[in-house]
């Protein structure tokens, strides 16, 4: 999801999904929060194109490793990153087939871990 034109093919697959259960649901949309939506998107998206693995860099005000900030400090850090667009960068990787995993090295130690 980090390459602008399969971020756009999962944008409008998904609009297309919506647009369907819209239409297939009597102007009742089934009653899902934001988390099960998401879920939902992701896991249709990988069926539908049959894709075992989706990643994607987030963009994070604060991390678990970084230098331990007062909430003052925090703000300003806030701040500071929303005037100079910088944030600390993560990559999630979603995995559907355990067959796709080659090895399970540990390459972090904790202190890298995103809390």
Do not use: H, W
Not at 73 to 90: R, S
């Amino acid at each position: 999801m980090d390459d602008n034109k399969q971020l756009d093919a999962f944008f409008t697959e998904v609009i297309q999904c919506i647009d369907e259960i819209e239409k297939n649901c009597s102007g009742n949309m089934p009653v899902f929060d934001d988390k099960n939506f998401r879920a939902l998107f992701f896991d249709y998206y990988k069926q539908k194109k049959n894709i075992a693995v989706i990643t994607r860099t987030f963009q994070k005000d604060y991390a678990g490793y970084t230098t331990r900030r007062n909430k003052k400090d925090k703000e300003l850090q806030k701040k500071i990153m929303n005037i100079t667009g910088l944030g600390f960068n993560e990559r999630q990787i979603c995995v559907s087939k355990k067959e796709c995993i080659k090895s399970t090295k540990l390459i972090y130690n904790e202190e890298e871990e995103v809390i």
